[in-house]
């Protein structure tokens, strides 16, 4: 069983398109993250959602929306893509609270603008 | 705002034989957590160890483990008899412990070449 999917893995796409990234987690977490790993392999947050509510939303374009749906799921969507939105995007799931708590990963999409 | 440096952007080893990768943060903070994620070409992010920083004693998970240096704020990662199968890029990653969100800063990565 797939802890956190995401749909799909690989995305080619011309530049100034709309596209969407799927993420789904069976771990009955409560929190949901978007990473961006970029060229140069640098892994920084984007987002995080807790119960469907947005409480990290580091500064990213806004061209960049997440959606949440209910807790299992957040996808994140991006208007007018640009070249440098090229870079490998990971969902992780986690529960909010607790020492122990530990993030998941899942197997990231990679984007690539042409 | 926390910070995470890896001074090593690559580092090779050999078949068998013990490699030390390096990483010093930045916090202000006296209680988190710290981790060393693995990612190997499949891109899957795999954790590896963590450290809880009120803790003393330094973390191990079999051929992995840390040197953790609350003072110099250093947690390098030791992996003894490495395998082929090491090979990949190692992340050093930092969280509050009280944070909410668990949000992990991480470092640039390092990556890690074993020679047979």
């Known amino acids: 069983d797939t802890a956190v999917s995401q749909t799909p893995k690989y995305l080619v796409t011309q530049m100034g398109n709309d596209k969407s990234i799927k993420c789904e987690q069976n771990?009955?977490?409560?929190?949901m993250y978007w990473y961006k790993q970029d060229s140069k392999k640098f892994l920084k947050i984007m987002f995080s959602?807790?119960?469907?509510?947005?409480?990290i939303n580091e500064t990213v374009p806004n061209r960049f929306s997440p959606k949440s749906p209910d807790k299992a799921h957040l996808n994140l969507h991006i208007n007018s893509l640009e070249l440098g939105d090229s870079a490998v995007y990971f969902c992780?799931?986690?529960?909010?609270?607790?020492?122990?708590?530990?993030?998941?990963f899942g197997p990231g999409t990679r984007l690539l603008v042409l | 705002a926390q910070t995470v440096t890896q001074s090593q952007p690559e580092m090779s080893v050999q078949e068998a034989e013990t490699v030390t990768l390096s990483c010093t943060y930045d916090?202000?903070?006296?209680?988190?957590?710290l981790f060393w994620y693995k990612q190997p070409p499949s891109r899957q992010m795999i954790l590896v160890i963590r450290?809880?920083?009120?803790?003393?004693q330094n973390a191990t998970e079999n051929r992995f483990s840390v040197n953790f240096q609350k003072a110099a704020k250093s947690f390098s990662l030791k992996i003894s008899d490495s395998q082929l199968g090491d090979a990949a890029m190692y992340f050093c990653?930092?969280?509050?412990?009280?944070?909410?969100?668990?949000?992990?800063?991480f470092g640039g990565g390092t990556r890690l070449m074993v020679k047979p």
């Open positions: 992780a799931s986690s529960h909010y609270r607790g020492p122990e708590t530990l993030l998941s």
């Open positions: 771990l009955g977490h409560d929190t």
């Open positions: 959602y807790n119960n469907k509510e947005l409480i």
């Open positions: 916090t202000s903070e006296s209680d988190y957590y």
């Open positions: 450290q809880e920083a009120y803790k003393q």
């Open positions: 990653a930092y969280r509050i412990h009280n944070n909410a969100g668990n949000m992990l800063t």
